[in-house]
Nanobody
Framework: QVQLVESGGGSVQSGGSLRLSCAAFGHTYSWYCMGWFRQAPGNEREGVAA???????TYVESVKGRFTISQDNAKNTLVLQMDSLKPDDTAMYYC???????????????????WGQGTQVTVSS
């Protein structure tokens, strides 16, 4: 069992930055592949970035070069650094953990078992 708690959301202007954190509690954090997802009203949940247990990072095309996913196993923390934010990045952002670490499932929400409660990110133009 893994419990996830996100923090760091907020409101910024276009071009600004935010840093999201996800604290993991419970079962051995380092055994899980971790990901960040987002969902805007009326849209499906979208995989944004994921990190495999071997350190491989995967990003959705729309955030490549702007977002960076990282993790600190010693602190059981997952981080999403978001730079050059755009209004289209506005959404609720969720942290998730998966025991299924197939690379092709990295950004697929259905592959993830544990979810945080979400943190809102709002980018104004």
């Amino acid at each position: 069992q893994v419990q996830l708690v996100e923090s760091g959301g907020g409101s910024v202007q276009s071009g600004g930055s935010l840093r999201l954190s996800c604290a993991a509690f419970g079962h051995t954090y380092s055994w899980y592949c971790m990901g960040w997802f987002r969902q805007a009203p009326g849209n499906e949940r979208e995989g944004v970035a994921a990190i495999h247990v071997d350190g491989t990072r995967t990003y959705v095309e729309s955030v490549k070069g702007r977002f960076t996913i990282s993790q600190d196993n010693a602190k059981n923390t997952l981080v999403l650094q978001m730079d050059s934010l755009k209004p289209d990045d506005t959404a609720m952002y969720y942290c998730a953990a998966s025991a299924n670490c197939a690379y092709y499932l990295a950004l697929q929400a259905y592959a993830y078992t544990y979810w945080g409660q979400g943190t809102q990110v709002t980018v104004s133009s």
